[in-house]
């Protein structure tokens, strides 16, 4: 570290987007053989930081340096060939290929000028093993593959260029409890191989146990730098944030809503072979936490209740009465009043090139409309109070949303849905990818809309946020609830055992199946 | 262990497009006064190939995820212009040929240019650039007219050993030098992963323009391929502006009945060789069963539906209404 020429090093880095200063005069020091965090606020620079970093855009000043030398990246084939390696939070991937085309995709190997597919094969095999991912057929159509295994394609893929430099930006969002074990060996071990690994995550007990070094950025300035475990996690948020940090889950009320009457329920609900026999209810203000391990049912039941699956089996009741909604018009429609929040706010959430207020309005249309035609001083109105109400940033309504930062473009879809008033809001892990802050919001947006008598249904993969927002939690396991946990016993012990389908210390009662 | 299942997946558009050829090639030939002879198949060769090739050069360009509606109007073009040059001695017919697939290549060339340098959609870049080599084609013949080296139309348009048809060997050799070396080659998985998603692509350093560039080009050759034969079938050259718009429309619902994806990234141009050579049968079965020759295009139409129709039984299995929109 001292005397000898770091890895890698940025100065003075700035970058504009028109008037918008993404970094100003950043700096960054990457050592050989460690593993650095990055941390900050979407919003804050790190995705412009690391784009610049893997030649995706080129800064407006400043300069790198690479073993001590100067170097400029004129494309991200340019980075990679210098040995830089980023896997981005939008996945690369391309999805029409196979997972080995995609794997070698930037340097497949060639025989007489031709792709050797033999060879291709065997380095596919290779970097997925290494990956820890030997799961996965190489010649499988990415496309076919679900979100957390094409996270770990990625991660292959990265790791099939022969890194110098990683840089993981939010790669793990996607991925279950067990690859995210299986991925940080494999950090591990590449950083004892002398690689630096650049770790951006929102998870601070990720940070905390991989990090050496953590540098946080906020307002395109990096503004600390410090060995990893010497602040506390308050201390951290606060350099985050810049402001005092309190209180990022909103009190729960005591005995939430036990009495209401039952909002919507299900009774054995099945569907194909991912879901199994499910029976819930979810009462008017209550806040009902779907948890487990990824890909265990959650977003089919999300879907079931929304009515975009095709032949369901059990019922639904909303109030108590027996319906069947067969798409997701009939769902928001006056008798039953749902909303869904979907997973991808990119592909099912948002159209991205029109502008925000077309987006907000999507799903009121027939509200704001008489004969067809859209009322523009209602429309006008009702946007008002959805950007005041979620406080929602943007440089006006009459740019396409998405030039917003990610947290924002959250809160679009947000408020597209609260624009009708649902009486039963479905949530599918509404804060992948979003900084602290706006997290903060949305937790308490959740609570205010509960205590004005909506039903939430909240499927999350973050433990934290379960814990700290949900009334009861129902754990699922392979399509079926496999416990549910109530108040106090919503830890994050009993939340891990039981998505792990073993049993912890307090028993679940009668739930058979031994893992 | 089940690799085989996978090659199946990704071979399925292009066997459909096989099977449905078959059958309506078995249909016809079991109904033809003739029966399945050597004469039978060189002519239905000999019509088959012309739009085979112009179904190859779409597929190219419909891989990145583009559309390329100058194909027909290249095929016309070089046809006019073969019917000047590829006249005279072994020697200057040679290099008539050569000018042709020139021409062929600058075409695509241009094409491509036009749409990855000049950043204009395909559609409207295409139906610019392809009013302009019909222009050029309309002035190289006015009129129908000119010649070619017949010894060589004949022997393109013959029977090698009195069997195979010498427009099929061309084809298979077409495939075997011109689309297996790119769908195997940096250039060509470029071309698809560009159609498939270009963001991805770019990020994953892939050579997108030159993928995309190297797409149009070839299918300016393909086509000019074509129009070498329109000529060897001919004798002469015209710029017959229908037919040029036909063989256009007529690529894209080859390109489609042969499984290759208007969306981009999916397909092969074997599966749009049958899908040509299937849409062509039609046209033949009609013959057989003595139809009034008015039928055949509300016939093609149909049959072009109920095939892409075939393709889209799938979605009645769909579960999950998302899976419709992917």
Redesign the interface.
Known sequence: MDGAAPLFRMEGISKRYGGVRALEKAELTVEAGSIHAILGENGAGKSTLIKVMAGVVAPDEGRMMLDGREVTFASPGAANKAGIVCIFQELSLIPELSVADNIVISDPPKRFGMIDRKAQRRIAEDALARAGAADIHPLALVKDLPLSRRQMVEIAKALARKPRILILDEATSALTAADVSKIFAVLKRLRSEGLALLYISHRMNEIAELADHCTVFRNGRNVASYKAGSKSDNEVVELMIGREYSHIFPPKPPAAAANAAPRLEARKLSWADRLDNISLTVRAGEVVGLGGLDGQGQRELLLAFFGVLRGLSGEVLIDGKPVTITSPAAAREDGIGMALIPEDRKTEGLMLPMTVRENLSFAALDRLSKGGIIDRATEQRLIDDMVGLLAIKTAGLDIPVGALSGGNQQKVVIAKWLMRQPRIILLNDPTRGIDVGTKQEIYQLMRKLADAGAAILFYSTDYDELIGCCDRVLVLYDGAVKRELVGAEITERALISSALNIHGEESPVGLGAEA | M??WR??L??QRGTLLALGIFIVMFVIYTSNHPAGFTANVVQTAANKGVLLAFVAMAQTLVVITSGIDLSVGMIFLLTNCLASWLVVGTPMQTTLGVIAVLAAGLLCGAINGAIVIYGRLQPIVATIATGAVYYGVGLLLRPFPGGSVNEDLADAMTGRFFDLVPASLVVLLAVVLLIWV?FS???LG?AA??A???E?????????IRRGKFAAYTLAGLLAAIGGLFLTFFTYTGEAAYASGNAYTLFSIAAVVLGGV?LF???GSAIGAIFGALAFRTIGDLLFVFDFDPLWQPLFQGVILLVAVSLGAFALFR?????EWF?
Not at chain 2, 318 to 322: A, E, S
């Open positions: 089940k690799d996978y090659w997946a990704e070396p195997r080659s940096v998985r698809y992963a159609g498939s998603s963001t991805a692509a770019y990020m994953s350093g892939v050579p994806s981009g990234g999916k769909v579960r999950n209404r998302l992917l």
